[in-house]
């Protein structure tokens, strides 16, 4: 199992029942040699503690989702626009509420990460909660510095035995395709397809509805607190205009308008930490478990690409084979003809030397020896044919050739397989210099291009299979997680509306009663 963990000593305190980390305290410091201001917030865990800047965090959530793609890394609070520093220049580093806001949710991230079965383990992680640790030591060392630029090159699944974290070799092949998004699956996975509607239905509904009403209730509530604040101080100029029972009722009211501006502000406080936060965080949540399911949509088209790419190799080596056996189909029957070619018998050169032996013989001449093949020869002993002048064709009376030297002129054209002989060279010396060469060197090459790529999609199915299955495990196990957090804040939110309402009612029944005491 690819899921070796730490055993040091903050891995032993974490795994502790009543582990805890705080977030205590948020300084503002700044850059020795660049002067530029920054947050660091304190970390304690345990005895241990340790202080990191904002980025820092950003840095560690992005090296935990690179170093575990299939896992659902919990989110950190949103970073501040470019708009929000053009406008608040001077005040973002100052705004105590968005400090404590960041506080509360790094700290959630922090234990949100110490909790998971995975991630809580993981020895980059015990070693951001280190004190005297440099960050950017972690960040250039193993096994943050070796990991490929793409996650797809490496092997991710906690369900195999491949070194964890590092560029794999098979993968890493450039003959092995790297999909994008874009691509379509040819044969999707149906759990997971459905896993994607569902997430992309519940993003955008939290994001685009849910997430942006709180917000605006929230806004809401605070300016009605200011104004109540407002309000009630001019009740209490008011009472100053009266006498008796009348003033002491009116003052009664205002103190009832000033509670209701404080009680305002403490539930838009206790909103905001207790619901309005957790629904931002699982609107970020949403988007995260996009992000991993898009990851293994791409390992699922890397393996479709391989197989797709390793098909188009065989047709490539069945094709180039049977040029091959082509090929030498064609040099064995131009062999054979050269063969049959050689030792064939002329018919118009024996009819010539027939008629040439009956001339003589009317002539009363010595006949010319023939040797074994029935072509004459000169005493016995040479071939007609070894003389330059056998192969000149005979000019008649008219200054023409004869249609048997024609034909005997014509006898180097004769044979099909040196016509197919020659043109073939003519061809052979436009195309390439060694097409037989060439052929069986791309035949190497395809055979090769074959086994890196049978190796790849070994590899890459076993990971996408080990995959699938760590990323079932990690959406059921959010889902239970995201269950008892949504049970939690409507609880905390019913909470928070009670307790405002109890102590308005205490307040305002106050006041009823001291304006009861007014004479009629």
Known sequence: MNNARCNCSLDRMLRQDDAYIFITGAQKQSDAPAGKSYVAYSIRTGDVDAKRRYSEFESLRKSLSKLHPTLIV?????????VD????QTRVKDDLPMVEKRKRMLQTFLNRVARHPILGRDHVFHRFLESGVSWSD???SPPLSMLPKNPLQMVVSQQTDAPAHASNTILSNSLVPIPTM???LKHPDERFEESEKFTFRIANYMSNNLDKSQRKVIRRLGELANDYAELGAVYNGFSLNEQGAVANAIEKVGQAVDASYTETAQMVTALEGEFAEPIQEHSQFAQIVKQVLRFRHLKHA?????ESSLESKRDTLENLQEMENEARRLEEAISRERTVGANAVDIDELNRQQQQQQQQHEQGEEP???NGNGYPTSNGHSNPYA???SHQPTMNGNGTTTILERRRSNKTWSSPARMINAVGHSLQGFIDVDPEATRRNQIGKTKDAMEVLEEALKVARQDLAGASVDLQGELDRFQKEKIRDLRDMLIAYAKVHIRYCQKNLESWQEARAEVDKIPT
């Open 182 to 184: 874009a691509y379509v």
């Open 74 to 82: 919990p989110p950190i609070p949103e970073k501040h626009s470019l």
């Open 85 to 88: 520093y053009a406008a608040l």
């Open 138 to 140: 972690v960040l250039h």
């Open 368 to 370: 010319a020896m023939s």
């Open 387 to 389: 003389s330059d002048h």
């Open 302 to 306: 890397q393996v479709e690409m391989i």
